[in-house]
């Protein structure tokens, strides 16, 4: 499975931002989805994770409540929509996968990572 994401851009504080990751493949519905970010000299950060299925989401305390992760299975494709931005939201967001079977909110756990996409927040 190959993915891309897309959806970055200039946005302002307190704004929204939508991205998607699509991935190619035919079973991308077996596999959980997560997204990470990771900020010029800093690591990577998990900020959110769904389960194959679409019943289960986690996002750590740094996101939670602003943040939704949703599928579309039908469509190949994982969302991450970003509310309430801050300027340390700006970063470089991947979409990643983790097998079925594995635990879906351990980051550990998730690897083929697809091609970021960035967006700058504006004070």
């Known amino acids: 499975v190959q993915l891309q994401a897309s959806g970055g851009g200039l946005v302002q504080a307190g704004g929204s931002l939508r991205l998607s990751c699509a991935a190619s493949?035919?079973?991308?519905?077996?596999?959980?989805m997560g997204w990470f970010r990771q900020a010029p000299g800093k690591e990577r950060e998990f900020v959110a994770a769904i389960h194959w299925s679409g019943i289960s989401t986690y996002y750590p305390d740094s996101v939670k409540g602003r943040f939704t992760i949703s599928r579309d299975n039908a469509k190949n494709t994982v969302y991450l929509q970003l509310n309430s931005l801050k300027p340390e939201d700006a970063a470089v967001y991947y979409c990643?996968?983790?097998?079925?079977?594995?635990?879906?909110?351990?980051?550990?756990?998730?690897?083929?990572w697809g091609q970021g996409t960035q967006f700058t927040v504006s004070s």
């Open positions: 493949g035919r079973t991308f519905s077996s596999y959980h």
């Open positions: 990643a996968l983790a097998p079925y079977g594995s635990v879906y909110d351990r980051s550990a756990n998730f690897g083929s």
